[in-house]
């Protein structure tokens, strides 16, 4: 499924916010990874939540997309989450 991309600002906020998360964490809890877009299997259906930042156990497998369990969760909000997004038409025009 195609979904707009985030703006770059909320990007950049996801960003911080993992590195600093990060620095925390080495410094005080080096079991734990913060990661930006970790897949959650909540074990409910087939939904699969993508929050932009999270927390999780750093022991992980190199191809694993989903984790069980997160220790934080954040979603980065801001005030175009409900723009539409122009689609490109071909032919180059928006």
């Known amino acids: ?3 707009t991309p985030p703006t770059i600002a909320h990007n950049q906020i996801s960003s ?5 998360l990060n620095h925390g964490l080495a410094q005080h ?5 913060a990661t930006q877009r970790p ?9 699969r939540t ?14 694993q997309r ?5 220790h934080l969760l954040a979603e ?4 175009t989450d409900t723009m539409i997004c122009p689609t490109r038409i ?3 025009s928006t």
């Open 50 to 63: 993508e929050p932009d930042v999270g927390v999780i156990d750093a022991d992980y497998d190199a191809g």
């Open 29 to 33: 809890a080096p079991s734990l990874l």
């Open 90 to 92: 071909a032919g180059g």
């Open 39 to 47: 897949g959650l299997d909540l074990g409910e259906g087939d939904y």
């Open 16 to 20: 911080n916010l993992e590195r600093l």
């Open 66 to 70: 989903f984790v069980a369990r997160a």
């Open 76 to 79: 980065v909000v801001s005030d």
């Open 1 to 3: 499924m195609m979904t």
